[in-house]
């Protein structure tokens, strides 16, 4: 099973797996591997679409390049209407709003990753965290719906080269 | 951090334009922030709290989603130069 599918299932296992009051660390890793699971399919998908298969272990290579902050902007780009500029001469017709609800829930898990791996002050809840899986096995769901479209060929390409996409 | 020299509405205003909307039963709006997010871009985060129930489901979570597609939807409106989040905590 592909690391993305893993880490989706591990999200919602970990927020379940306590019986009587959950353990902090077990809902914070929910959270945390609910925004992995999106990260990395997303990237899988990228580099699937972007890279050749040979030689061996060049897909790997390239998989470590994509940066977090570089995804969200793009995802924050991605989620405007109109698009800016830069990927609105490719796309004048916009995106799909699946894709748009990719997007966004990309960003919002980012940002709820950040609190449940740095912030010793974020106690979330179980039912919070549940939140945060629901929502990324919901970007799973639109992104099945918007995979082979031409707009999700250019997302992925923009979540690739992040900033160097500047014009 | 430039981006926020550029004019955003107050919270009053958003508040305003976020009341029209049906909010799930046992939800409320909670805070309306304008502040840097983990990156330290210029952010606007709206938080609903929600009254857990003991009997918390997908049901549940996706009309909670389907709020955060709707909020973003008004917060689009106003064209922010922000980035923009939406989170649910139990009250």
Known sequence: ?167 | MAALAQPVPLEATIREALAPLTLPAGVVLKAIELRGNSHGEPSVYVTYAFTPNGSFNDDYAKKLLDLQFRVLDVLRTFRLPLFEYVNFVEI
Not at chain 1, 22 to 48: G, K, M
């Open chain 1, 1 to 167: 099973m592909p690391l993305a599918d893993d880490l989706l299932i591990q999200a919602r296992m970990l927020a379940t797996v306590d019986t009587g009051i959950p353990l902090q660390a077990n809902l914070r890793r929910a959270i945390s591997s609910a925004y992995y699971a999106l990260f990395h399919l997303l990237i899988a998908e990228a580099v699937d679409l972007i890279v050749p298969k040979k030689p061996v272990g060049l897909a790997s290579k390239v998989a470590r390049t994509f940066a977090h902050g570089e995804m969200d902007r793009v995802c924050n780009d991605f989620t405007k209407s109109p698009l800016p500029e830069k990927f609105a001469a490719i796309l004048p017709q916009g995106v799909p709003a699946e894709l748009q609800k990719v997007a966004i829930y990309f960003s919002q898990l980012q940002d709820a990753r950040h609190l449940a791996d740095y912030d010793t002050a974020f106690n979330p809840t179980r039912d919070e965290a549940l939140i945060r899986v629901a929502s990324a096995e919901s970007a799973f769901s639109a992104w099945r719906t918007i995979q082979r479209t031409e707009e999700a060929t250019v997302f992925l390409t923009a979540l690739a080269f992040g900033a160097r996409w500047s014009k």
